[in-house]
């Protein structure tokens, strides 16, 4: 692992989609900060230098909406990347132009792709 890896803060609560895309996402460069909810969420956005925040929309103790607006007030450069089954296209517009949708189910390349852009410009 390099000095200073690109670190990913990722809001799932399905357990086995949590850890599947964890591991596949972890590199040499980079370091999957996993949490299930969004108290664990600001809890490591407190703690830790977030370089990306990829998270659900509904949490068990509320919406990743929600928790994305906060990451983005307090850091408005910090990309999001927020995750459901519903076309969130407008709503990621919403949240300024750090944002991206990404509609499930996704496939591993096109998160992928979308971490690679990210970290590229960090």
Request: aromatic fraction near 4%; include cysteine; glycine fraction near 6%.
């Amino acid at each position: 692992m390099t000095a200073k890896p690109f670190v990913i803060l990722y809001v799932e609560d399905n357990e086995f989609v949590r850890e599947a895309f964890a591991e596949l996402l972890a590199t040499a460069d980079r370091r999957v900060v996993c949490v299930t909810d969004g108290a664990g969420a600001r809890a490591a956005l407190r703690e830790q230098n977030v370089h990306l925040l990829l998270t659900d929309i509904n949490l068990p103790d509320g919406s990743g909406l929600d928790l994305a607006r906060e990451a983005l007030g307090q850091n408005p450069a910090l990309p999001v990347i927020v995750c459901s089954g519903q076309d969130l296209t407008d709503v990621a517009r919403s949240l300024g132009p750090t944002a991206h949708p990404l509609r499930k189910p996704f496939e591993l390349e096109e998160l992928e792709a979308l971490v690679e852009r990210y970290e590229q410009a960090a």
